[in-house]
């Protein structure tokens, strides 16, 4: 099927986005825009999660404003019908449906809580190519969970996400903390598409969530790890053991407070992004108040970002020609930035738009 | 006099076109957007009204925010003052009026309850190029009416109105009904600038609309016939008799429902139009509870349309080379978009905006 | 430094534009968008006013959503210091600071209770270009001040200004009345940069604001002297005699009613102005209900022009090709267009927007 008609930006498309949560995702037609394409969600009556073009073959009407028929949906306008497969099986008034008349199928994979949509090629999916999570409906792990729309690119939605040291400005009242400001960040590759940003900060006061959830008889040594995968997946793993422990994987393991925040982005259009996201905790993991407060300080600290990161985008769409001065808590920030731009020229060589499904970089996996 | 000034887009512009209802129309100076220009409404001391770019010549400022003095307008900023006829009868502060002060004049007609704006070459303006409407203030026809301002395209509000096929799918509550929906449609044209769309379906249940004020005791036989006379009206004959009448127009005058909805469509600009409506029922003609009730079903009708409509614009906005795939119900609607483009083609010959009132297609008439 | 980064539009530089209020300035940080670029103002612990450019050099995050750290900024985003030079400081997590790492400082000055910023080339501030206003501060002198947004471009607001005979259709319920609707107006150069446009209105009845506040006996002559000192300073100096009397300075300076309005206009970005007002009135100097009415009818009276201005930036972005008819009262405004032609050609000879503020024109002073 071609889809050269979809007008997108020069988005990454050979990913697993993230579209919904799964309790978003029913028997009702849900729209949601994700790299400036109209998607319908909807869920088979085996359970299954469908993604189809929310746009008639016909005349553009989005078909999430029709209805339900069994599994397949009914165009509001003159009542085409789709399969789940994006297949017409009926056009009303005529006794054969053109060739033209689908829409494309995005292919799904629901994991951890939310719904994935394949937004390049259909033969390039692979559940291999989703972010694996040992934690993740473990015992003794708790999980709170959140969704944001952020007028911010993906692009400065990453920097922040690969950068432990903003926490000692931006998230004083949660994650960071003074102690940090001058602890230098170690930027590593992990694999193709992982980048890792850490420090460990050691012997100092524990930040405002340890002290509130966790709160230890001293001094601690902390750390943080920022991991981005491309093109749209972060985690942040952190934690505090008592100063002067060994910093062991072990001894991690086993630490009084860790908490490792996943987040998954997908830009909507070139301007907004949706920020899904979870948390993990290894404590308190079956209180239902902790998990509470958790969402309740996520939110806060994930605006904090949101407010930075919109004003920022303000800045560069009205000097568009300036250019950053980097400093060394970049070092994150510009390997990442050119990691993705070697992605972007593998999946679009010639800088056109045409077909964009059918290029991609080896995914490895 | 020249309006090359108006920075108009590629409406069609040898018209006359709906600017208000008559009683928008009076002692008071009212605003209005038409084909995008600024146009200024009042009624003379004769009750004649008047139509006036709303622009004045000095600085722009729109008259619409002055003042009347008898039957002339003067200018909010400097107190220039116009004749109704659009030319500048006094400049304060100085003895002479320049030859460039003066705004366009655009012929007005009174008719139907609306008054009517030649947006072409005033030369051309003929009161016989306005539909003629035998029924209206006909003793047994009752009138209900309704304006609104669809946030879609001219073009596209024209391709509804051409399509008897989509009120099975958008009217289901009024107007449409299951039964139509494999019926086919008839195209053809009637004179030089009016195509009609329409269709037969018999032996069916009546639509909602018929069962709500004319019940009939058994399955009935309905027509839907759609017309467009380019470039900006419309009218949708319905009714229905008994299952097995003759199809002949004596019946279908003497039949228990009839109603012939008039749509007089005027673009506000590029990306909305003013949709003036009304209807003519022949039963309950002068029943106050009948009127309030069309007025709310019309309305709530239209509404289904404007929603469509408006996410079917969005959609062509998003992915401007996206082609539709045409159906056999479209045969109306490729049929009209070929007249459309031949008049505009015959209007502006070179695609260019200057003087666009003096060319022309013929118009008949 | 360079400033080329800042993709301002065709502003003039030269010159100190009004800022703020002065006591909109102090501890706090302030925001502003002045030309098209942030601003950054706070106060020192001296008291001195300091204006910056209101983007980290960084990653552009505002310093305005920082914090204060005795006379310096703190980044919000990553802790780096800036000082009152705009000179960076600290950046944490690394030894030394980048030389680019720097953001503009605008030169200030503090008169009139205002804060003006030199948005030109630094070296050539000089506070003998500001405006100087003999009365303000005076024993004797009355003071009302105001600010508002204007959604219009600062040569609309400037006709505006220069033009006395406005007055007459916008302004009759407080400065303008039908006497002075035929009385021509002269236009004159006083100094390089400065048009008066002004006349007197003999033996007419008082407008309402004199009718208000100093009821003369009988018919009076009066007199309207609209001064626009380019690119941005405007005052109106208003008075009223008893007719008959003679037409001297100390006549005027003894007049039972004079009132001197200046505006400060500063361009926010192409589309909207900053309109900051003050007036000076001969009479009930100390008068605290007078200053209380005065506030509220000159607040009144500029949103008259408001709403025409406004008006008139629409029709002129709908037809951007339109050209003006001038009429006689028109001499100021073409002249007066001239002259801030002549300076944009003397601060940018190629038209093109690189290092603007190097160039400049002869300010004198």
């Known amino acids: 099927m071609n889809r050269t008609e979809t007008g997108q930006g020069p988005f990454l498309r050979q990913a697993w986005y993230a579209a919904a949560s799964s309790d978003e995702v029913g028997a009702g037609l849900l729209a949601r825009t994700l790299l400036n394409e109209p998607v319908l969600l909807y ?17 553009f009407a989005p078909l999430s404003l029709g209805r339900r028929c069994g599994d397949e949906v009914v165009c509001p306008y003159h009542g085409m019908r789709y399969g789940p497969d994006g297949v017409c099986t009926q056009v009303p008034g005529q006794a054969t ?36 999570i040992a934690q993740y409906g473990q015992a003794g792990w708790g999980l709170s969970r959140g969704h944001a729309l952020f007028h911010a ?30 602890v230098a960040v170690q930027a590593e590759l992990e694999g193709a598409d992982t980048l890792v940003c850490g420090r460990w900060v050691n012997d100092a006061p524990a930040v405002p969530m340890v002290q509130r959830f966790a709160p230890p008889d001293g001094p601690v040594d902390r750390w943080q790890f920022y991991r981005v995968r491309l093109p749209c997946t972060s985690w942040v793993d952190f934690g505090s053991l008592p100063a002067g422990s060994p ?16 987040a998954f982005l997908t830009p909507q259009d070139a301007e907004h992004t949706h920020y899904f996201s979870f948390q993990l905790r290894n404590f308190a993991a079956d209180d239902g108040a902790v998990t509470a407060e958790f969402n309740a300080l996520y939110r806060a600290t994930f605006d904090e970002d949101r407010v930075l990161l919109e004003a920022i985008q303000r800045e560069e769409r009205r000097a568009p020609g300036t250019a950053p001065t980097r400093i060394a808590s970049d070092a994150g920030v510009a390997r990442l930035r050119r990691m993705a731009h070697a992605w972007r020229e593998a999946e679009q060589p010639h800088a056109t738009a045409a077909a964009p499904h059918q290029r991609t970089p080896d995914l490895g996996g």
């Open 153 to 182: 690119c993906l692009d400065n939605i990453l920097d922040n996400l690969i950068d432990p040291a903003h926490t000692t400005y931006v998230h004083p009242r949660t994650i960071g903390s003074d102690a940090g400001a001058d």
């Open 247 to 262: 910093h062991t994987p072990e001894a991690m393991d086993a630490a009084p407070y860790r908490v490792i925040s996943y």
């Open 43 to 59: 869920r088979l009556e085996s359970g299954e999660p469908v993604a189809l073009l929310d746009r008639c073959a016909h005349r």
């Open 97 to 132: 449906v053109p060739a033209r008349a689908r829409v494309h199928r995005y292919p799904t994979l629901e994991r951890y809580g939310l719904v994935f949509v394949w937004m390049g090629d259909p033969a390039r999916a692979d559940a291999r190519h989703l972010v694996s």
